[in-house]
């Protein structure tokens, strides 16, 4: 059971805009900055989003972040079958003084 | 570009211990704003934070895997290391490392993995 909450699954046609919530608590998202990651089967994750609504260099600006109290949101707009991939959110969490990560959500593209 | 890549053995038998190796290449791991992970993914599973190790040889670990996990640091050698006891099936897992950020925790970028199995 993961620290961080996310949905199993979301799914949308191309060029459609999707959003993937991640759910924590007061002592990871309510203080600390929220990362995203996209992870392809067979690969390693990538950074797509850092310090809540941050893309690092070479991120196409239809990746987007956003938090608001204990939960944060990645929103991606015009979708294509190549963001078809599993996308986890990460952060640290006071508390248990270790980083922690959301269950992950499979994207798929209609 | 920062590079990382992980090297150890794919196969450890049950009870004894995996020891792993990133090797950092393209930059140096001597890094005040930076840290050192190391986070696993058991087959058709999510991401697991196993622990971090700052260039001082400063430590935490994932509480829930505290009691079995060392972290070490060679600068000399721009590598870090991790070392997991006791091993069971459920430590199978693919084992990546990656660089962290202090006060802002995200992790880029990534090595590769490896995958290690758990098995007699």
């Known amino acids: 059971q993961s620290v961080l909450t996310q949905p199993p699954s979301v799914s949308a046609a191309p060029g459609q805009r999707v959003t993937i919530t991640c759910s924590g608590s007061?002592?990871?998202?309510?203080?600390?900055?929220v990362s995203w990651y996209q992870q392809v089967p067979g690969t390693a994750p990538k950074l797509l989003i850092y310090d809540n609504n941050r893309r690092p260099s070479g991120i196409p600006d239809r990746f987007s972040g956003s938090k608001s109290g204990t939960s944060a949101t990645l929103g991606i707009a015009g979708l294509q079958t190549g963001d078809e991939a599993d996308y986890y959110c990460?952060?640290?969490?006071?508390?248990?003084?270790?980083?922690?990560f959301g269950g992950g959500t499979k994207l798929t593209v209609l | 570009q920062l590079q990382l890549q992980e090297s150890g053995p794919g196969l450890v038998q049950p009870s004894e211990t995996l020891s792993l190796t990133c090797t950092v290449s393209?930059?140096?791991?001597?890094?005040?704003?930076?840290?050192w992970a190391w986070i696993r993914q058991p087959p058709g599973k999510g991401l697991e934070w196993i622990g971090i190790i700052s260039d001082t040889g400063s430590t935490d670990y994932n509480p829930s895997l505290k009691s079995r996990v060392t972290l070490s640091i060679d600068t000399s050698k721009n590598q870090f290391s991790l070392r997991l006891n006791s091993l069971t099936a459920t430590d199978t897992a693919v084992y990546y490392c990656?660089?962290?950020?202090?006060?802002?925790?995200?992790?880029?970028?990534w090595g590769q993995g490896t995958l290690v199995t758990v098995s007699s």
């Open positions: 990460g952060t640290w969490d006071i508390s248990l003084g270790a980083g922690v």
């Open positions: 393209g930059g140096s791991i001597s890094s005040s704003s930076h840290y």
């Open positions: 007061r002592s990871n998202i309510g203080v600390k900055y």
């Open positions: 990656g660089r962290g950020k202090h006060d802002e925790d995200w992790l880029d970028p």
